[in-house]
């Protein structure tokens, strides 16, 4: 286990006094609820921390579950509607389908750089509640799609939405959990992804079922009553996810300052809305961030190609629509079975680097088996789709360690929208690797799942040398749990700045 793992687990002493070196402008509103309620400081310890955590738990992870589920089943229905008609019924011809594959993922990365202001300014509960509604409506209205250009205008309206899910339900996230703990609960949200494979199968078959006689083509029913139903859980975000602990109206005093005393361990604070440009710049000259974005553009070039085309290879396969349907589902027990691995692995053992490369080597297998074997392996050749879903469950970790190692308000809201726009990088790339000339094998494609997740692990290698390197330049683990112990802990510092900040990996 990590230094930094290994400190989360100890509590801090209470909140004394305030810290003499640091303006009111740069302390964390965490700090400023602990002076408010120092009459309640000392009762919290008769709070049973593993209690309140299961409550917190109840709480906030199903809504962020219902999140992703939605926001990935909300892309992959594409994927699904192109064996239900689409590409007949809107008349798209070469590479349209590719390019409006693409287009979703482009809105996604142009709104990242604004996203970084909003989720800075507004609170991030509010934020992601206001954009889920938004791309609900956006998802219904594709089904108005009545050529090339209406639905591309849908699908980029949806990536312009979407493109604060993964900000911020990793902001979200570490506001309530220790980094030890919070590498779990991102895998049980980031399990979305795979309930929202199964589900997606599912809710396809099904409105392939349509008669001829309806109103609407079963694409796009589905469409609809997906939308509607994003918009009904965006409602409940606004109205039940707290925007942080301090304003959890089902949580008392004495367990809000004990759980704020519980995470102050991490030495990211919880909420800060002093935008400072400073910090942008430090994590522009961070090599920890830029081997992070190498790493989650490599692996997401074959998540793209799952989340768009996995529907069309195994049709391909000689399948009809319907059974493409079925038969795409397992690929999200497969997504499930790693994302729960590797989350419950993390928090037992932490090692995340060595859990990311574990995932990383049967997706390679995976796409050696979609490339080399003939179609007329069908067993062969499906196992293989399946295996690449393995390469899912990194990006959950990913996206825990920017959480675990980027401290300071805004530089860990702009750590978190150029990650998740790194992911939008790889998904735009993925599906332009299907070209319309490459059909029925898509060879190139299959190889690039390949190359791409073996690149995938050396920079996940070289990540964690570097923050063995960084550790080990900074002060001692008992001098670091001294620093935990003090209110310094709340001071607005990037990681950097912080010279008893410890990296996790």
């Not at 709070?47 to 199903?62: C, G, H, Q």
């Not at 589920?69 to 798209?92: C, E, H, P, R, S």
């Not at 038969?327 to 993390?346: D, R």
């Amino acid at each position: 286990m990590s230094t930094s793992d290994k400190n989360s687990t100890k509590e801090p002493v209470e909140v004394n006094e305030k810290p003499g070196n640091v303006s009111d402008g740069g302390l964390d509103s965490a700090w400023k609820y602990l002076d408010n309620h120092r009459d309640v400081g000392t009762s919290e310890l008769g709070i049973d921390i593993a209690a309140l955590r299961r409550k917190v738990d109840w709480r906030i992870v199903p809504l962020m579950f219902l999140c992703y589920t939605l926001q990935f089943l909300d892309k992959v229905i594409l994927n699904y509607a192109n064996v239900m008609g689409l590409q007949k019924d809107l008349n798209l011809q070469g590479n349209d389908f590719s390019n409006i594959a693409t287009f979703l993922f482009v809105g996604l990365l142009v709104f990242e750089v604004p996203n970084t202001y909003f989720l800075q300014v507004v609170p991030a509960a509010k934020w992601l509640g206001l954009n889920v509604i938004l791309w609900g409506t956006a998802t219904a209205c594709g089904a108005a799609a009545h050529n090339y250009q209406t639905l591309l205008v849908s699908r980029v309206f949806l990536g312009i939405f979407e493109a604060t899910i993964a900000p911020s339900l990793m902001l979200i996230s570490s506001q309530w959990y220790t980094k030890s703990e919070q590498a779990p609960r991102f895998c049980f949200w980031y399990t979305g992804l795979g309930i929202g494979q199964i589900v997606g199968g599912l809710v396809s078959y099904g409105f392939q079922h349509m008669g001829p006689g309806a109103s609407l083509a079963g694409w796009r029913t589905m469409f609809v009553v997906l939308g509607v139903v994003t918009v009904l859980v965006g409602a409940s975000v606004v109205l039940f996810l707290p925007d942080t602990p301090m304003q959890a109206r089902w949580l008392s005093d004495n367990e809000k300052v004990a759980l704020l005393r519980h995470v102050s361990v991490n030495q990211t604070g919880i909420e800060n809305r002093k935008f400072r440009a400073a910090e942008i710049v430090e994590a522009l000259l961070d090599p920890q961030i830029w081997l992070l974005l190498l790493s989650v553009v490599l692996l997401s070039v074959s998540s793209g190609v799952v989340t768009t085309y996995s529907a069309t290879l195994i049709r391909n396969l000689k399948y009809d629509s319907k059974q493409s349907a079925l038969m795409n589902t397992p690929s999200g027990a497969v997504s499930i079975f790693f994302t729960l691995f590797v989350g419950f692995g993390i928090r037992l053992q932490s090692h995340r680097w060595a859990f990311i490369i574990a995932c990383i080597i049967p997706a390679i297998i995976g796409g050696a088996l979609m490339s080399f074997l003939p179609t007329s392996n069908k067993a062969g050749c499906l196992a293989g789709i399946y295996l690449v879903n393995a390469v899912v469950a990194p990006l959950a970790i990913f996206y825990n360690w920017v959480m675990a190692n980027v401290s300071g308000g805004t530089k860990r809201a702009f750590a978190a929208a150029i990650i998740s726009g790194s992911f939008s990088l790889g998904n735009i790339i993925g599906p332009q690797t299907f070209q319309a000339r490459d059909a029925p094998e898509y060879r190139p494609a299959k190889i690039a799942v390949m190359a791409t997740q073996a690149g995938c692990a050396l920079t996940t290698f070289f990540l964690f040398l570097y923050y063995v390197w960084q550790n080990k330049k900074r002060t001692s683990e008992r001098e670091t749990e001294e620093v935990f112990m003090s209110p310094e802990a709340w001071a607005n510092m990037t990681d950097k700045e912080n010279k008893s900040f410890r990296y996790a990996y």
